[in-house]
């Protein structure tokens, strides 16, 4: 379901500055007035709410019955809540819904299911740290899917890799360059994931948090929470997977040596754990970048090879720290994110 709608049908008039109140209590705010239209809409606290949710109210509404009965509404109320939407955002939406029905009457009606009546709220009621951390592991697989994806992978033909003697270096086709910036592009990818997901449990746990900042030393004062919190986040260098796994291991109580680096991918193969193939693709970026040399043999094979790498480390990652943590992560199905 896309997208959850009620309407409020009341067969009297309502003023309208009596519904401003009550969406007033409840937070709403007044986004826009279309005629006989007024629309609202809630937003409530980072990781409580995810999707918001609106409301409006509109007056002299004709609505026909499936046997073509017309019946003519002095007030209709409306509220929607959309896909991804968080316990808070569908709870404030059937709340405000049941506040104006107790007040004035009227029937409810459930479009979505052709039925009479509000049900129960059925999202999962997820915790900030599960939301949180949760969309950024949503961020990651999208950005796999969209900035990195297997067709964005090219054929390199490696007969067109040439010394130029006049200029004393070597030529490499596109596709060759291409796949190496892929590889820069997956290392980005997996270190904005370890360091988002960090920053965001720490921001949304207390005790943890207050453990990060008090545990650091400036060499300077630093008055500002904030402030101390950055100088500390930069000591950690999350491409780096013995800085990566120091941070988690002692802020997170999560060894990501242990659970995840430490993983054959193929357990009847030499050298396919993830922290091995992980450090070789680090190689590869650190080249590029800082030496400005090309990986030569990126095709388009072992450029697929190294993409689901990352895959397979962000899902074998999230299922390890959720099952350590007893956590929901996967808000896509729990929340349809």
Same mark, same amino acid.
């Given at each position: 379901?896309?997208?959850?709608?009620?309407?409020?049908?009341?067969?009297?008039?309502?003023?309208? =500055? =009596?519904?401003?109140?009550?969406?007033? !209590?409840?937070?709403?705010?007044?986004?826009?007035?279309?005629?006989?239209?007024?629309?609202?809409?809630?937003?409530?606290?980072?990781?409580?709410?995810?999707?918001?949710?609106?409301?409006?109210?509109?007056?002299?509404?004709?609505?026909?019955?499936?046997?073509?009965?017309?019946?003519?509404?002095?007030?209709?109320?409306?509220?929607?809540?959309?896909?991804?939407?968080?316990?808070?955002?569908?709870?404030?939406?059937?709340?405000?819904?049941?506040?104006?029905?107790?007040?004035?009457?009227?029937?409810?009606?459930?479009?979505?299911?052709?039925?009479?009546?509000?049900?129960?709220?059925?999202?999962?009621?997820?915790?900030?740290?599960?939301?949180?951390?949760?969309?950024?592991?949503?961020?990651?697989?999208?950005?796999?899917?969209?900035?990195?994806?297997?067709?964005?992978?090219?054929?390199?033909?490696?007969? =067109?890799?040439?010394?130029?003697?006049?200029?004393?270096?070597? !030529?490499?086709?596109?596709?060759?360059?291409?796949?190496?910036?892929?590889?820069?592009?997956?290392?980005?990818?997996?270190?904005?994931?370890?360091?988002?997901?960090?920053?965001?449990?720490?921001?949304?746990?207390?005790?943890?948090?207050?453990?990060?900042?008090?545990?650091?030393?400036?060499?300077?004062?630093?008055?500002?929470?904030?402030?101390?919190?950055?100088? &500390?986040?930069?000591?950690?260098?999350?491409?780096?997977?013995?800085?990566?796994?120091?941070?988690?291991?002692?802020?997170?109580?999560?060894?990501?040596?242990?659970?995840?680096?430490?993983?054959?991918?193929?357990?009847?193969?030499?050298?396919?754990?993830?922290?091995?193939?992980?450090?070789?693709?680090?190689?590869?970026? &650190?080249?590029?970048? &800082?030496?400005?040399?090309?990986?030569?043999?990126?095709?388009? !094979?072992?450029?697929?090879?190294?993409?689901?790498?990352?895959?397979?480390?962000?899902?074998?990652?999230?299922?390890?720290?959720?099952?350590? &943590?007893?956590?929901?992560?996967?808000?896509?199905?729990?929340?349809?994110?």
């Amino acid at each position: 379901m896309s997208v959850q709608t009620y309407y409020l049908l009341l067969d009297k008039h309502i003023k309208k =500055e =009596e519904i401003h109140k009550i969406t007033t !209590e409840y937070n709403f705010e007044k986004i826009d007035e279309r005629g006989k239209e007024h629309i609202y809409s809630w937003k409530g606290p980072e990781y409580v709410s995810t999707r918001g949710c609106y409301f409006s109210f509109t007056y002299d509404v004709n609505l026909s019955d499936d046997a073509n009965k017309t019946d003519i509404y002095k007030t209709l109320c409306a509220t929607s809540t959309v896909r991804g939407c968080s316990y808070a955002d569908r709870d404030k939406q059937i709340n405000i819904m049941k506040a104006i029905r107790d007040l004035y009457g009227g029937k409810i009606y459930d479009p979505n299911q052709n039925t009479w009546g509000i049900r129960e709220n059925e999202i999962p009621q997820l915790s900030k740290t599960e939301i949180a951390c949760g969309i950024q592991y949503v961020y990651f697989c999208v950005d796999l899917s969209n900035k990195a994806n297997n067709s964005l992978i090219k054929e390199v033909d490696t007969r =067109e890799i040439w010394f130029d003697v006049s200029l004393n270096r070597y !030529e490499y086709p596109q596709s060759l360059v291409d796949n190496n910036k892929t590889v820069v592009l997956l290392i980005t990818i997996f270190e904005t994931f370890l360091k988002s997901f960090f920053r965001k449990y720490l921001e949304t746990n207390k005790d943890a948090y207050q453990n990060f900042i008090v545990d650091y030393k400036p060499k300077e004062e630093i008055s500002n929470e904030e402030d101390i919190f950055e100088a &500390h986040l930069r000591k950690y260098t999350f491409q780096n997977l013995d800085s990566a796994n120091k941070a988690y291991k002692k802020y997170l109580n999560f060894n990501l040596k242990q659970e995840v680096l430490n993983i054959e991918i193929i357990p009847t193969k030499k050298d396919t754990k993830i922290g091995f193939l992980l450090t070789q693709l680090l190689s590869i970026r &650190h080249k590029k970048i &800082h030496e400005d040399i090309y990986s030569l043999d990126l095709t388009k !094979e072992k450029t697929i090879q190294y993409r689901n790498l990352i895959r397979i480390f962000g899902e074998n990652f999230i299922g390890k720290f959720m099952k350590n &943590h007893n956590l929901k992560l996967l808000i896509e199905r729990e929340l349809e994110y």
